[in-house]
């Protein structure tokens, strides 16, 4: 097992072999109805954006885990970087706010020792920076806010510096099953208390 990084990755061939990885991995194992996949389109510009940090772990010559950290995230589209300019200002205006945009494990090889392995490495080069490293959980991983897999990063980042784990938000999905409904004839609204109260609720003023 050895571990590889790479910025800017130009190889063509090796870009195919972490793309098929990339696919493979996430269509068997869909953890979450939203979960974020990348397009081919998107993955190769990730993979060629020279502010990111990808780091391969090989078992032989097979990739078996793969994590791609953005160092700079006004470059992707799942942050607010507005959100960090305003609670993070110094770490925002020197580039220190960072993003683990994807890890893609293959669960069919035993990869912990992998995972310990590339923690170590990645999170080295974050903790040399003094970097702000946010990153995301599915239910699936963290059912609540504590313990689960960020309890876990904690003491994988703990083994290579000090740190703490500061929470940022939690969002849940929902979705509205109009399977058994019949639309009406004529939609009537009688007053706007409804939509009112929907505004309140999602903190927007009434007009």
Do not use: C
Request: hydrophobic share 45%; proline share 3%.
């Amino acid at each position: 097992m050895f571990i590889t990084r790479h910025t800017r990755l130009g190889d063509v061939d090796l870009r195919n072999r972490l793309w098929d990885f990339y696919r493979r991995v996430y269509a068997a194992n869909p953890v979450s109805p939203f979960s974020e996949v990348v397009n081919r389109h998107e993955f190769d510009d990730a993979l060629l954006n020279s502010t990111n940090r990808v780091w391969v772990v090989w078992e032989d010559n097979r990739p078996v885990v793969m994590t791609l950290i953005a160092t700079d995230i006004s470059t992707t589209r799942w942050l607010n970087a507005e959100y960090f300019r305003r609670h993070h200002t110094e770490r925002m205006r020197k580039g220190l706010v960072h993003y683990v945009m994807w890890v893609v494990v293959d669960e069919s090889v035993a990869v912990r020792g992998a995972n310990i392995s590339l923690a170590k490495e990645a999170l080295a080069a974050e903790a040399r920076d003094g970097a702000l490293l946010v990153f995301d959980l599915p239910e699936t991983k963290q059912g609540s806010d504590t313990g689960g897999a960020a309890e876990l990063m904690l003491r994988m980042g703990q083994m290579v510096g000090e740190v703490s784990l500061l929470p940022l938000a939690t969002q849940r999905y929902f979705a509205l099953d109009f399977s058994n409904a019949h639309a009406p004839d004529q939609i009537h609204v009688s007053d706007n208390t409804a939509a009112d109260n929907m505004k309140e609720s999602m903190g927007t003023s009434a007009t």
